[in-house]
């Protein structure tokens, strides 16, 4: 496996790539949710480029930036034993040099939700992903299904600005007792981490739900997206160690808009936990 | 020459066409400024693609959008006697397709003078000339120097979201007595079209004057600019038909900041004559 850290070198390596060329963009402290994205990059792709990059500027003045895990040499390890061709690792000069001044702005699917609880954090996305894109230059890139609303917001950016790649979702990679897996779960207490599946529980049982009343009649969208949103929301108010609900949303999954069926829909969950942000979603089909 | 109005067809134009490939994107309307850029492009590429989009983006809602000129079957005649390979002229609908809500933001560069008269409209030039990188794939894009503060966005956009393109300046072309060639000024009434060429008098003597001076004393920037600002604004306020000056200033052409020597200067203004606006900038070296 190569290790690149300049764009540079990072060119020269893509040019001679074999292709199709896939991308898997990680702020690193990699866990199976990564891997699973590498992995279907691996069935897909000739060649694998995965980038550690802990973007500032997706990280609100509040939040956790400084003390993001960076456990680089574990990072580039799994990399490595997982197949990938380079891992791209710039320095924080080599992607925001002095003088940048460019913003990459997606309104409509990145309002709601986490663009609600966390201000500029998608701008910080859509700028980062944008440049990765072009620098690299690939065929396809993966992103996980848990950020879904980053991957409606990746879409539609590169559906926007014409970049031409395949934005592959990969399915939310969970623990044995439904927990999406994640990299701030390790800022879990062990109380905490134990309460911490009720956030799936409470999707699973709204999807279920869903199923069981499949075939939602004309008209009757908002109504059944108001008693989806009300019963996952009784569920997680039982949990005590959830300290706050910061949104529970039947949405569309690519405009993020509030669902008013028919069409694809999606539960989506914001919870915290002491000082712990934690997100989840199911499709609900 | 191929017409094209599709990106779906533009994209199997260009991977076939010969490289390097070279962009001139304009708003059609075409003139001699234009037919430099092509000019200078095939003289150094193998293909060439011409876009004509009147970018509803760029256009103030007070602006002249609707009254632009579209004299479309005499841009492509032109375009073809140049030696054009493709002409790109897509309908709005393909360029902004319903639900497209990304916008490109640049900011430093874009703040001042055009930036400050015209809020949004270099948020509206980014975002579709990213766009338009992004769906040629030139390796040369042709812009005039005339729009100087928009190169320098363009350079800034490109460098920041790493779009793999050479941004190439073509020097304004001017009319025999000197005034800057424009789409615009065929808005102008005899009266006011005889008196304009005094914007470019009023550059060129500023220029002379910076040349005379060359060698401008360490510290002293600041004060050379005041001086050059001040004696550019006078002999703009003594031509009568001049009804505005919207501004007068010696910045890095590069950055757009006030430029506090040493290294590159250039003088911009915008005067209004009447309801027509005309910009125009000479470099000072």
Redesign the interface.
């Known amino acids: 496996m190569r290790q690149l850290s300049t764009?540079a070198d990072l060119?020269v390596f893509t040019s001679g790539a074999p292709r199709p060329l896939g991308l898997v963009p990680t702020m690193g402290a990699l866990h199976a949710g990564h891997m699973a994205l590498v992995a279907a990059a691996r069935e897909e792709c000739a060649s694998v480029v995965a980038t550690i990059f802990v973007n500032p500027a997706q990280f609100g003045p509040a939040e956790d930036l400084a003390r993001y895990p960076r456990p680089l040499s574990e990072d580039l390890s799994m990399l490595e034993a997982a197949g990938v061709s380079a891992a791209f690792v710039p320095p924080v000069e080599e992607m925001f040099p002095a003088?940048?001044?460019?913003?990459?702005?997606?309104?409509?699917?990145?309002r709601p939700l986490e663009g609600e609880a966390r201000p500029g954090h998608f701008d910080g996305v859509?700028t980062v992903v944008?440049?990765l894109l072009?620098?690299v230059?690939p065929e396809r890139a993966y992103f996980g299904q848990k950020d879904a609303q980053q991957l409606a917001v990746v879409r539609?950016?590169v559906?926007?600005?014409?970049?031409?790649v395949s934005i592959v979702a990969v399915p939310t990679v969970r623990e044995a007792d439904g927990l999406a897996v994640s990299t701030r779960n390790a800022y879990l207490s062990p109380e905490q981490r134990a309460a911490a599946p009720a956030v799936y529980r409470a999707l699973a049982a709204a999807r279920d739900r869903f199923r069981i009343g499949a075939g939602v009649p004309a008209g009757a969208g908002t109504q059944v997206r108001a008693q989806l949103e009300a019963g996952c929301r009784e569920r997680l108010a039982r949990e005590p160690l959830i300290d706050a609900i910061d949104y529970v949303a039947v949405v569309d999954p690519e405009?993020m808009a509030p669902w008013a069926g028919p069409g694809a829909a999606m539960l989506a969950v914001a919870v915290r936990m002491g000082g712990v942000r934690l997100i989840d979603n199911v499709l609900l089909e």
């Open positions: 764009i060119r003088g940048s001044a460019t913003t990459v702005h997606v309104g409509a699917p990145a859509a944008a440049k072009l620098q230059g539609r950016l559906a926007d600005l014409d970049i031409p405009t």
